[in-house]
């Protein structure tokens, strides 16, 4: 697929059948991962961790949950919403995706900030790598986000990871609801200046 066509059909899905991707589809998956640009070519400081245990995701959403109860702030977050969504009493930040990857990242002060740069590029990797396969897929932000501020149900050790590494960002996968389909591309969604 051309890179422009790819962009048209890539898109967040938040909504996932019950099948699981296939081992193939994630080894390409997590190929296209291990193909994104790192800062200072230090792959070493980066985990992926896939999740394809329900227990575990419900773990990790409990945060997530509890936050959702927090109408003022998840208003802020995601804007007007209809009262229904905003009343509903448990939240599943993964949407069912049957897998979903972290990234994690080494803890460091050489280059603060970098680590955020290298996991939203392996993410976008792993987001495009989908919508090539056909699959859906969207950035997970709001659990990790959530356990970082309701450190009583930081539930992150469930993840197992090495030492010293923390999760950063992570990307719900699966079968869409609804197949993926093209949409134009916008050029003025970010604003631009030029100095020239």
Not at 68 to 80: C, R
Not at 143 to 152: F, G, V
Not at 172 to 191: C, E, F, M, Y
Request: glycine share 4%.
């Amino acid at each position: 697929m051309d890179y422009f066509e790819l962009l048209r059909y890539r898109k967040s899905t938040r909504k996932f059948t019950d099948a699981q991707i296939s081992p193939s589809n994630l080894t390409t998956i997590l190929t296209a991962a291990n193909s994104a640009p790192v800062g200072s070519n230090l792959y070493r400081d980066i985990h992926l961790t896939v999740v394809q245990n329900r227990d575990v995701l419900d773990k990790l959403s409990e945060a997530a949950a509890k936050r959702w109860e927090d109408k003022a702030k998840v208003k802020k977050i995601v804007g007007d919403m209809p009262a229904a969504e905003l009343s509903q009493k448990s939240y599943d930040p993964f949407y069912g995706a049957p897998t979903v990857i972290f990234v994690s990242h080494r803890r460091q002060d050489i280059q603060p900030g970098i680590e955020f740069s290298n996991a939203a590029c392996i993410t976008y990797s792993m987001h495009l790598a989908a919508a090539e396969l056909g699959l859906g897929s969207v950035f997970m932000w709001f659990a990790l986000e959530s356990m970082r501020e309701i450190p009583e149900l930081d539930n992150t050790s469930v993840l197992k990871l090495p030492d010293g590494f923390e999760p950063l960002l992570g990307i719900a996968v699966g079968h869409p609801a609804q197949a993926l389909s093209a949409r134009a591309l916008k050029t003025d969604r970010i604003t631009v200046n030029y100095l020239r």
